[in-house]
């Protein structure tokens, strides 16, 4: 689809759930990092088209961020033209080597890392282990579909899945959430890159009882 900056078509779609993309920020986002920003320098992984790059910018003396989808990187550019702060690259969807050692106050992912399996989780904490500075923190949002994963397994095999998965509030598809994460695995991996995952939060998601986030 066609993005109308001007409008913030890209950006109010993903959040018409929401209303708008700033309802979504102040009411879900905002709420749980506010005790980490503002700050110096904020790392944002997946930003898209800039949804949360809009308020994150706001929010420290310097922005990075990264996506492997270059065409995001490109609209970026140009949506932030403005922002000299803000410092975008197209990466191969695990690299952090633009970023300096030691320079991240803050690491932000949202509504993006959902999609990917454990090892793209993996090597972003293995190499922000170097990248965050001594007190430094992340906030990861990420599947916790594996969690269900046997459950729909045997749901798939069963004719008329998707009636018995309606009351649920899920499709098959389980949002097109990886299928194997877990909030566990992301535990593991935090210990993995000696780092240390101070809290978690499991929540729904479009779902209305199977917790198949988590932050």
């Not at 050692?101 to 949202?110: G, T």
């Not at 793209?120 to 904490?125: G, H, R």
Request: proline letters at 2%.
């Amino acid at each position: 689809y066609q993005c109308d900056w001007s409008s913030d078509v890209c950006s109010s779609d993903l959040s018409k759930r929401w209303g708008t993309v700033d309802m979504q920020w102040h009411a879900a986002v905002l709420p749980r990092i506010h005790s980490f920003v503002p700050t110096g320098r904020i790392l944002e992984i997946a930003p898209g088209y800039g949804r949360w790059t809009t308020h994150l910018k706001d929010l420290c003396e310097e922005l990075i961020a990264v996506d492997l989808n270059e065409k995001c990187i490109d609209a970026c550019r140009q949506r932030f033209a403005d922002a000299s702060h803000v410092k975008l690259f197209a990466n191969d969807g695990k690299s952090l080597d633009m970023v300096e050692k030691h320079s991240i106050d803050f690491a932000f992912s949202f509504d993006a890392l959902v999609h990917v399996d454990e090892s793209v989780i993996a090597s972003y904490l293995d190499q922000l282990s170097e990248k965050l500075t001594k007190n430094g923190i992340g906030f990861f949002h990420h599947s916790n579909a594996g969690e269900y994963r046997s459950c729909f397994s045997w749901l798939r095999g069963i004719p008329l899945a998707r009636r018995l998965l309606r009351p649920l509030g899920v499709n098959s598809g389980l949002h097109d959430r990886d299928a194997n994460m877990t909030a566990r695995m992301f535990e593991a991996c935090v210990a993995s890159a000696t780092l240390k995952c101070i809290g978690q939060e499991l929540v729904n998601w479009s779902t209305k009882r199977l917790l198949i986030d988590c932050f």
